[in-house]
């Protein structure tokens, strides 16, 4: 999350629904000497390559005091190294006509760049360079840190909702690092000194804790003894520690209220759901649109059309995440409306869910949603690599195989089933943005 | 709340019409055609996925609201009610075929915008014939969107950027269509009767003050065929509206907004060039150079990499029919918002005065006509670059013009363009922060 604001992909990871399942079977694995897997997607619709690489590491993987590391680190990536000075990166791909960008998560960090066929390998060995040799500058340390405070404040501290969605999961989350935002604490990054970064980097940037995906107009042939020549002499690293930390049962709903200048409030429930370990990730997803999935969806229905209480509604489910992660429910409302009211007509249509079966038609209709959503996400060269990436980083893209059969599977008791275990009141964190007026 | 925070970049450059390398020529290969009904139809076929993309411009934007807010309305109204169809019918035919059509408002015209699996195509062309051509406007809709829009509004004042953009827009134009929100105000919004929605709609959504672009799985005989079935109930109406040459631009003045904010959000702007301007090409390098170009901008370097003030600091034109503006975007801390905005006037006074490098001149021309393709890549977004380039009429032929149009630009080009369109002391300088951390000049 470098760059500008001008795209937000959440649709990316809200729902999984990119890449068909012949796609997935298309996708091509290699594993070099040195452990780095390389995925390849060939894919000539229109005539560029996007070229990523995804490293093992995001916030998932700091500690307390340290937040915001992983997220500081990209940052510095683009700091040089021997070869390419420092922002000379983005200049190199620039004038080269291809466009390039880099993002963090809990999970991940991601750097990547779209280009041409014939320029591709310009990005291709400023990677392995920066993955061997980045010099991390302490020049541009103090500097770089202000930015990324900058970005703090426009991402979070100046956004009603993201910061309501920070606290919320602070709340939700005791002691697994997800509690942490990605971005880290203002304090935290303020005390982020450069040794932290050098350490992060000598520990997580190696090529056995990252993995390649590359996808569209390329040849195999042409671009693998490419990737063996420029990646193959980085040696391997150490194994980094793994992440431990369990988040423990939830007994007893939580609630978290943020107080802040904003003009309409917003609700946001947070349920603990599993990740793709599950079964049941199949029909979690189909839930999320059975209730929020288009004006014709009961949540979107009742409160945003019949009784107008909200402005807009939605339900979220990211199955690919390295540990459980959450079902979430969200509303703003409309003027003059109060979060309780909101809140017991989304619980009375939950429980309407968990005690009546859905109708058959209601079913097909989400699945039908999905299975077109599906097909327009491959749209996207970059997005068909994303979510190649999404699913090699979390158990694996072979994975990916398997989603569309198992939504079909899917049953109305299936539905019903996975509303009533997760969506339970005892295990759910209630965030509430309330308005406050001006103070300055 | 959703644990990715995948913020990605999208746009660099900000060229909405920019080069179109020739390899993509052959690959979207469009065609142009007119319907007996005046309708203006572009299509490129895409065979490689079971889908369409449809994009539909209608001359029938805000500049034609008679009371404000009226267009915007209509264009919401659109998928709300048809002679035929409930509101609920309507969105339900849309979610069970899992299509998405959507409507919106702009300025100088309304889209619509339909994506649809290509075997459901016959019941997505029927329906958009439908909304087209038989929306009824039911009173007890336009309540329930006019409710809609308010909140709208009050929720767009919780965006620092959106109101710093319309008190840009309202101070550049004043007095012009083009200086209010398309969405009116809360007063105008309320007053709107049915009676003004269904008159609007009659007159303006015409086939001929149209343009559909269609990108996906289906051949131009194909869809002449489908549509002129579909549609033979639009007729022409009113003839496409001439250009609105705003009448006064506004002056060079300071904006202040007091917000309880830790950014101060600034746009430094002022009068650009309309489209049709052939400076456009040489302006598109120039500011490039100047804060258009990413990380390789000279406003990049400046504020963000070697002072660290910004997060997003971006320059752009927005080149418009008859009208045209220029901005410069960043937020920086209350604390250092005159700093910042002392640095980007003289990056803003630089370029008019110092030459360009020949490697900044040759870099940003490679990128712009090296990087066009990319933008092209979705089915979706070349249905609407299909649309524009009819909008200003730049024909079919223009990406086999378009990267020579930006490699003849000369230095001399550069520093007389920036000399002519950019005037530091016509800049209209908006500040929404915290005034009192802020402080004064």
Redesign the interface.
């Known amino acids: 999350m470098r760059r500008f604001i001008s795209g937000l992909f959440l649709w990316l990871f809200s729902s999984m629904i990119a890449v068909e399942v012949s796609r997935a079977t298309a996708v091509q694995e290699f594993v070099l000497d040195n452990r780095l897997k390389v995925l390849l997607l060939e894919d000539h619709k229109s005539p560029a390559v996007t070229f990523q690489v995804w490293y093992r590491v995001g916030s998932r993987n700091e500690k307390d005091g340290k937040s915001g590391l992983s997220h500081f680190l990209e940052h510095m990536m683009f700091k040089g190294t021997p070869s390419i000075k420092p922002e000379e990166y983005s200049r190199i791909i620039a004038k080269n006509g291809g466009r390039s960008n880099a993002f963090t998560t809990s999970d991940v960090t991601v750097y990547f760049a779209t280009m041409s066929r014939d320029k591709i390998g310009i990005e291709l060995e400023m990677e392995a360079d920066r993955m061997a040799n980045a010099l991390l500058g302490d020049t541009y340390f103090e500097p770089e840190k202000k930015v990324i405070q900058e970005e703090r404040r426009l991402r979070t501290d100046d956004k009603p909702v993201a910061a309501l969605d920070e606290v919320t999961s602070a709340v939700a989350y005791t002691v697994h690092p997800y509690r942490r935002p990605v971005i880290g604490w203002m304090d935290d990054i303020q005390n982020l000194s450069r040794q932290d970064l050098v350490d992060h980097y000598k520990l997580y940037y190696a090529p056995n804790n990252a993995f390649i995906v590359v996808a569209g107009d390329f040849s195999t042939e042409e671009i693998l003894p490419k990737i063996k020549a420029a990646f193959e002499k980085i040696p391997r690293g150490p194994e980094p520690p793994k992440v431990r930390a369990e988040e423990p049962p939830q007994r007893g709903e939580r609630r978290v209220f943020l107080k802040k200048e904003a003009e309409l409030p917003f609700v946001m429930m947070f349920y603990h759901a599993p990740n793709l370990k599950s079964p049941d990730n199949f029909a979690l997803d189909l839930l999320t649109v059975v209730l929020a999935g288009g004006r014709s969806s009961p949540l979107y229905h009742d409160l945003v059309y019949q009784k107008r209480l909200a402005r807009s509604v939605d339900a979220n489910y990211s199955s690919v995440s390295m540990d459980p992660g959450g079902f979430s429910i969200t509303a703003q409302l409309m003027p003059g409306k109060e979060p309780p009211e909101v809140e017991r007509e989304i619980d009375t249509l939950v429980d309407k869910i968990k005690s009546e079966l859905i109708s058959e038609r209601d079913l097909q209709k989400a699945k039908n949603q999905v299975e077109s959503s599906f097909i327009f996400a491959q749209d996207s060269i970059f997005g068909q690599a994303m979510k190649i990436g999404s699913y090699e980083a979390n158990g694996g893209w072979r994975q990916m195989d398997q989603y569309i059969d198992g939504i079909r599977r899917v049953t109305r008791e299936d539905i019903q089933r996975v509303a009533r275990e997760y969506l339970d009141r005892d295990r759910r964190t209630v965030g509430m943005l309330i308005p406050t007026k001006d103070k300055t | 709340?959703?644990?990715?925070?995948?913020?990605?970049?999208?746009?660099?450059c900000v060229v909405i019409l920019a080069a179109w390398?020739p390899?993509?020529d052959a690959?979207l290969a469009p065609k142009r055609s007119i319907l007996d009904n005046g309708l203006v139809l572009l299509t490129s076929q895409?065979r490689?996925?079971?889908?369409v993309?449809i994009e539909l411009l209608i001359e029938a934007g805000s500049r034609y609201d008679n009371e404000e807010g009226v267009a915007n309305l209509v264009a919401r109204l659109l998928t709300y009610g048809t002679k035929r169809r409930s509101?609920?019918q309507i969105?339900?035919t849309?979610?069970?075929?899992?299509?998405?059509l959507s409507a919106s408002c702009g300025e100088d015209a309304a889209s619509v915008s339909l994506?649809?699996?290509k075997k459901d195509l016959a019941t997505g062309l029927d329906l958009l014939a439908d909304i087209l051509t038989a929306s009824t406007f039911p009173q007890e809709e336009i309540d329930?969107q006019k409710?809609?829009v308010?909140?709208?509004i009050?929720?767009r004042?919780?965006s620092?950027g959106s109101i710093a953009q319309r008190r840009f827009a309202a101070a550049l134009y004043p007095q012009s269509p083009y200086g209010r929100p398309v969405e009116g105000n809360e007063a105008s919004v309320k007053a709107i009767s049915q009676v003004s929605l269904q008159e609007f709609y009659q007159r303006f959504y015409r086939p001929n003050r149209a343009i559909m672009a269609v990108v996906g799985d289906i051949s131009q005989d194909e869809l002449i065929r489908a549509l002129n079935q579909s549609l033979r109930s639009w007729t022409k109406g009113e003839p496409r509206g001439k250009p609105l040459v705003p009448s006064t631009i506004g002056e060079a003045q300071v904006i202040r907004v007091?917000?309880?904010?830790?950014?101060a959000n600034i746009i430094l702007g002022q009068q650009g060039i309309s489209r049709e301007n052939p400076d456009y090409y040489a302006i598109q390098v120039m500011n490039c150079i100047l804060g258009g170009?990413?990380?390789?901008s000279r406003a990049m370097?400046a504020i963000?990499?070697?002072?660290?003030?910004?997060?997003?600091v971006?320059s752009y034109f927005s080149a418009e029919r008859s009208r045209g503006s220029f901005e410069l975007v960043m937020?920086?801390?209350n604390e250092t918002a005159l700093e910042a905005i002392r640095l980007a006037q003289t990056e803003i006074r630089r370029i008019r005065e110092e030459s360009v490098t020949d490697q900044e001149l040759?870099?940003a021309k490679?990128?712009l006509?090296?990087?066009?393709?990319?933008r092209?890549?979705?089915?979706?977004r070349v249905a609407s670059f299909l649309v524009q380039v009819e909008f200003y009429q730049l024909g079919l032929d223009y990406p086999e013009r378009y990267s020579d149009l930006i490699r003849k630009v000369t230095r001399e080009d550069v520093e007389r363009v920036a000399r002519q369109y950019l005037h530091p002391e016509k800049l209209i300088t908006v500040v929404v922060g915290?005034?009192?951390k802020i402080g004064e000049n």
């Open positions: 709340m959703t644990r990715f925070f995948p913020w990605v970049v999208t746009s660099v390398a390899l993509l690959a895409q490689s996925l079971p889908m993309s509101a609920l969105s339900d849309v979610d069970f075929i899992g299509a998405s994506t649809i699996l329930r409710q809609a308010i909140a709208g009050k929720a004042e919780e620092p007091n917000k309880d904010l830790t950014q170009g990413g990380f390789s370097d963000r990499n070697e002072r660290g003030l910004a997060y997003s971006y937020q920086t801390k040759s870099d490679d990128y006509i090296g990087s066009f393709p990319l092209l890549d979705t089915n979706r915290n005034q009192k």
